[in-house]
């Protein structure tokens, strides 16, 4: 199986920084690789497929950058809504794993 | 507007059965792979199985955690997903998540929607 490990897994920040969030795959994956946010009691969200690909409706403040086995997760001025827990998962093979999340919190 | 909502969840002993559904709606049900995706209390996301299409032959693939004990279905005709849980064990609890497994710009494997999640307790 590929494991995901993600970096910080947790992280306080203020309304208007730029922040990044780092995932390193165990082995080689391409571009094979999502971001979701996920609030708690809400479902997942993706934001970013195929590593800077951004989803439909999410703001372009969100954005994915790496292939190979390392890749960030940037957003260039955080919102209040912004505050969330994210993964990283890699789609290049079965199983699909994610990383281990970072919370972002409001400093 | 694409909804899946998942219901079936609750309080099952260890060694128990449960089946989970997932109810599908505002897309082409027939053209989307469907997974399980699952959160136990104060972890992270651990993906739990798929299933494919009729053109790609209904074909499943599970998590190790869950082969042999778990299997995903699904019924066309009512848009439904099912994940049938078997000898469950208390590591099995967690909140389970019905989501749509497409491939973003025809290339990307991503799990697109998600529904809200049901609640499975394993606990004697």
């Known amino acids: 199986d590929i494991q995901m490990t993600q970096s910080p897994s947790s992280l306080s920040a203020s309304v208007g920084d730029r922040v990044t969030i780092t995932c390193r795959a165990s082995q080689s994956i391409s571009n094979y690789l999502n971001w979701y946010q996920h609030k708690p009691g809400k479902a997942p969200n993706l934001l970013i497929y195929?590593?800077?690909s951004l989803q439909g409706g999410v703001p372009s403040r969100f954005s994915g950058s790496g292939s190979g086995t390392d890749f960030t997760l940037t957003i260039s001025s955080l919102q209040p809504e912004d505050f969330a827990t994210f993964y990283c998962?890699?789609?290049?093979?079965?199983?699909?794993?994610f990383g281990q999340g970072t919370t972002l919190e409001i400093k | 507007e694409v909804q899946l909502v998942e219901s079936g969840g609750g309080l099952v002993k260890p060694g128990g059965s449960l089946r989970l559904s997932c109810a599908a709606s505002?897309?082409?049900?027939?053209?989307?792979?469907m997974s399980w995706v699952r959160q136990g209390p104060g972890k992270g996301l651990e993906w739990v199985g798929r299933i494919k299409t009729k053109a790609d032959g209904w074909a499943t693939d599970y998590a190790a955690p869950v082969k042999g004990r778990f299997t995903i279905s699904r019924h066309h005709s009512r848009n439904m997903v099912y994940l049938q849980m078997n000898s469950l064990k208390t590591e099995d609890t967690a909140v389970y998540y019905c989501?749509?497994?497409?491939?973003?710009?025809?290339?990307?494997?991503?799990?697109?929607?998600w529904g809200q999640g049901t609640p499975v307790t394993v606990s004697s």
């Open positions: 195929g590593a800077s």
């Open positions: 998962q890699q789609s290049y093979s079965i199983p699909l794993t």
């Open positions: 505002g897309f082409i049900f027939t053209n989307a792979w």
């Open positions: 989501t749509t497994d497409q491939h973003m710009g025809g290339s990307y494997e991503a799990l697109d929607y």
